[in-house]
Structures are given as C-alpha cells and as structure tokens.
C-alpha cells in the first residue's frame, strides 16, 4: 500500500479538512535527533509542536528533556500540567500578570526560566515578582555580522553581543535578590533556520553553506568566550543553542550543554533542504475536493494555511500526495477554496482528498483542534492540540 492510499485508509471515517500526525514518522524523526545530538539533550521547541500530548509523548522518549516554551502563559499552564519541571521561555516577556502568577506558584517558579537581554527586563520582572526569586536566562545576539559589522545575517534578537556586554547584565542580575541567573542562550538563526541545498539554486547553496561555515566559527568562539566570562560572575546550570537545522554543528561546541529543537519532529517542508540531515514528513492535513472547474484543475474547501516570515511562495503549504499538483499563480491557497493544478487533477473526483504539508511546524495546530495519530493503517489515538484545549497563547 502506497502512503496515500495508507492515509486514506486509515481515516476513511474522517470528513476533511483534518490534520495527522503519521507516528512512525515522528519517532525516526526523533531518533535521527538524538543520534545527531552525540549525548547531548534536546530541550524541545514548544512552539513547533503545539500539542501537550506528543509533548509528553516525545519527552518520555531518551534524549529529550526540558522545554523551551514560547509564552509564560504556556509555560505555566505545561508546568501545572507536569509536562515538565524544566521550562525555559525563549522570548523575553512583558506580562506583569503572569510574572505575578508566576511569582505566587513556588513550584512553577522552581520550573520556569524567563528570557532577558536588558535592564529593563530585570525592572519589570522584579516590580511583578513582588520580592519572590525569579529564574532568568540571558539571551545572546548569535547573528552574523561580516565586513567589519556592516552585514547582519540573522534573526534580530538580543542587543547582547559582546563577553563584555553579556557579563554586564550577568553582573546586574547577581546584584539583584530577587532574580537567579540559571542560564545563556544563543540562537544561530543563519545556520538552524536557513536550508543550504535551496531548489533549483545551486550557487545561492554555495553561498550559504560558506556564510554557514564562517558563522559557525564566528559562533563557537565568541560563545566560548562569553561562557568563560559569565562564569566568573555566576554557575550557570545550561548553555543553550541552535535548533533543527544545525543539532549535530551546536553540539560540537563544548560550551553548549543541550540544544534545541522542534521542527524536526513533523518535518515540515522548509526544513526539506538540508544537506546534514533529512526527515520524514510526518505532521500533513487533508483537503477535500469539492470543484471540477475545468481539465487539469481539482479545487479543494479551505487551504489558506500560510505561515509566518517574510511574504514569499515558501509561506505557502504544499500540496503532497498525490504527487505533481500546484497552486494556481493568481489564487494561490486560498480561505475558502484552493484550486490545484496538473495531470493528477484529472484522477481526483468530488470528496476526494489532497494531502499536503504545511510551511513550519506547529503553526499547523492553530487551524485545527485536534490531531489524528496514525500507527500503520489506523487513526490509533486523537489528541487536542493547544487550540483544541482553548490555549492560543499568541
């Protein structure tokens, strides 16, 4: 059996538009993870899976431990969950409101790390902490910045660059009872996030996979030097860095003590286009068709599922199985109806489906409630995802 006619057999009994999560796919993937980890742990990416189900499904597997959630919100409600007792919030937060809360729970405040990479973070914590001690990470500026800065390649983070400037606001956070430095981290966007084999482009891969090689360098030096710098100000329990894209490349530095990762379990379609690894897909939704317009076209009830980053056609989720089917250049995936393109539209009849993967991973669970995980031939369990539980934290 063929894998569209195994996903087709396997939820005949559910009416589309619906989204699975094929098991077996998952589970390479993770194992594909951990190896390229070398023993090192996989803090897991939160946001790029967006089910507390598989969350603790993925956290009982070897290799995985802790969280690196999205919003306090999330992580307070994973923590009174007990997903997990090893939170770490990768984005800095200005909610007083859950800062209180935070503060008012001793166990979660035992569980959870805040984001910062200023002063001002520190003020705004300590004012909602009420006197109650907060544990913080520093988060390090980890993009490229050649011809003598002039360049930034990159996601735009943290002001924090330098040793000098890291140990600074170590040095502040030291100062301050109410707040326990607990950690660094350093996202290497450049070189997790941006896939070096990009179709049809093998000059742009040439150039991205040298830019890749020199910011590695770049990267493990200076978080080298800005460990052994905050060091002599406080122990630090974790170093965290990189993501899917660069597991095995972030461990390598001995400074890192655990990496992150979550777009590598469902192995959506941006992350197709890496020479260091590949994965199975394994996060898909189903369309159904409900419009023969014409020869060569089958138009599918929904599909405008883009994802988020700058406009371009990547944003866009692609149509998978059956094979050799695309968008129509002037609608695209559209709300309501998505017109697909190509000879396999001629096979397709009213309330036949069409499989596709979507653009990053979790973004998917927040257009539907639910996933259907497929073990062999066979919807084994339905989980609510975050949307499906009432949770949309952003």
């Known amino acids: 059996m063929n894998l569209r006619d195994r996903y087709d057999a396997a939820t005949a009994?559910?009416?589309?538009?619906?989204?699975?999560?094929?098991?077996?796919?998952?589970?390479?993937?993770?194992?594909?993870?951990?190896?390229r980890a070398a023993g090192k742990p996989i803090r897991v990416a939160s946001k790029s899976v967006r089910c507390r189900a598989l969350l603790e499904d993925i956290l009982a597997m070897d290799g995985f431990a802790g969280i690196m959630a999205f919003t306090l919100p999330e992580a307070l409600w994973l923590a009174r969950a007990g997903v997990s007792d090893d939170i770490l919030v990768a984005y800095p937060t200005a909610d007083r409101t859950a800062i209180a809360e935070l503060a008012a729970d001793p166990a979660a405040a035992a569980a959870i790390t805040l984001m910062v990479d200023s002063p001002a973070h520190l003020d705004l914590i300590e004012a909602a902490a009420g006197g109650?001690?907060?544990?913080?990470?520093?988060?390090?500026?980890?993009?490229?910045?050649?011809?003598?800065?002039?360049v930034r390649i990159g996601a735009l983070r943290s002001p924090l660059r330098t040793p000098a400037q890291v140990r600074g606001l170590a040095e502040l956070i030291a100062k301050r009872p109410g707040l326990h430095l607990a950690g660094l981290m350093a996202y290497e966007s450049q070189i997790a996030g941006v896939g070096d084999t990009p179709p049809g482009k093998p000059a742009m891969g040439r150039v991205i996979r040298a830019m890749q090689q020199r910011s590695r360098l770049e990267i493990a030096r200076r978080r080298a030097a800005i460990v052994r710098a905050v060091t002599e100000v406080a122990e630090l329990e974790f170093v965290n860095g990189g993501g899917t894209g660069s597991i095995e490349k972030t461990v390598a530095e001995r400074a890192v003590t655990e990496v992150a990762a979550g777009s590598g379990f469902y192995q959506p379609h941006l992350f197709d286009y890496y020479s260091n690894f590949s994965g199975r897909p394994a996060a898909l939704f189903a369309l159904p068709v409900v419009r023969r317009p014409g020869p060569g076209v089958a138009t599918c009830l929904g599909g405008g599922y883009l994802a988020s980053g700058p406009a371009d056609s990547i944003r866009l989720p692609q149509p998978y199985l059956p094979t050799g089917l695309s968008f129509d250049a002037n609608e695209g995936a559209g709300e309501v109806q998505t017109p697909l393109l190509g000879p396999p539209a001629d096979l397709l009849g009213i309330g036949d489906r069409v499989w596709f993967r979507h653009t990053k991973a979790g973004e998917l669970c927040e257009r539907f409630d639910a996933l259907h995980l497929i073990e062999d031939d066979r919807v084994a369990r339905t989980v609510p995802t975050y949307r499906g539980e009432g949770k949309t934290f952003l």
């Open 132 to 150: 109650a001690r907060i544990r913080v990470c520093v988060d390090i500026d980890a993009s490229y910045r050649p011809l003598a800065g002039k």
């Open 13 to 35: 009994a559910l009416e589309a538009p619906f989204a699975v999560v094929d098991m077996a796919a998952l589970r390479a993937n993770a194992e594909a993870m951990v190896a």
